[in-house]
């Protein structure tokens, strides 16, 4: 079946600009993540929804950075007057249900280049 | 979640056996212990995970010490597309929502 996927693939942008990022998880799984990756780093974690509710938005860098998932499924990660310091891969991941026995399921990510 | 230590880099032959170490000395009782992989250019994948006893599935085979502080992620033949960066990362059963908590991993070159 289809896995996880996100558009764009590439996005650039210019210092101050709005940009939103979209995941499709794979269908049926109730637990969406976002991640970061920053250049010869592992991926962070920023964001986490079980259903339509943000569970944990403990890792979300600050205010400018906001996620949602009204109906469930597809998710969009929204960043405000974007800065240089803001590019860098953002993985989507998805499982069937939260929780340390389930694997997740990665997107191929999108690369943010903020000018 | 307790910290993972791996090595920066490793290097192997394509068809040898690789070994991947993690060392996980501040292991609780309740914690599992998972492995992903990153190819380049993709997200990471689940490869295997383990608590106590050594496990096998179609990708790697886990080997888990004794006392529970470090564990090894075993190749069995490396191929040029096990290239990838290896993450070795405890996950908590008492967890609730299973966020992955990544290290810097191991870059495993794989030489034809």
């Known amino acids: 079946g289809a896995g996880v996927s996100q558009t764009p693939s590439n996005k650039v942008t210019e210092k101050g600009k709005y940009v939103e990022l979209r995941c499709d998880p794979i269908?049926?799984?109730?637990?969406l993540y976002w991640y970061r990756q920053s250049l010869g780093q592992g991926p962070e974690f920023l964001i986490y929804f079980q259903g339509t509710g943000a569970a944990d938005d403990s890792g979300l860098p600050n205010d400018r950075f906001f996620a949602v998932r009204p109906e469930g499924s597809v998710s969009t990660l929204k960043i405000q007057r974007t800065e240089r310091g803001d590019s860098a891969v953002y993985l989507c991941?998805?499982?069937?249900?939260?929780?340390?026995?389930?694997?997740?399921?990665f997107g191929p990510g999108t690369r943010l280049t903020v000018l | 979640d307790a910290k993972t230590t791996q090595p920066n880099s490793m290097e192997s032959n394509e068809e040898e056996p690789v070994h991947l170490p993690c060392n996980h000395s501040?292991?609780?009782?309740?914690?599992?212990i998972h492995w992903y992989r990153q190819l380049p250019s993709q997200g990471p994948e689940y490869v295997i995970h383990?608590?106590?006893s050594n496990v096998n599935n179609r990708m790697a085979s886990l080997a888990i010490a004794e006392d529970r502080k470090s564990s090894t992620l075993i190749l069995h033949r490396a191929t040029l597309r096990d290239a990838a960066v290896y993450y070795c990362i405890l996950r908590d059963v008492g967890g609730s929502q299973g966020n992955l908590i990544f290290g810097k991993g191991t870059k495993l070159s794989v030489k034809p």
């Open positions: 383990g608590l106590t």
């Open positions: 269908s049926g799984h109730t637990a």
């Open positions: 991941a998805s499982s069937s249900q939260a929780g340390p026995y389930n694997e997740q399921f």
């Open positions: 501040t292991i609780s009782g309740t914690d599992y």
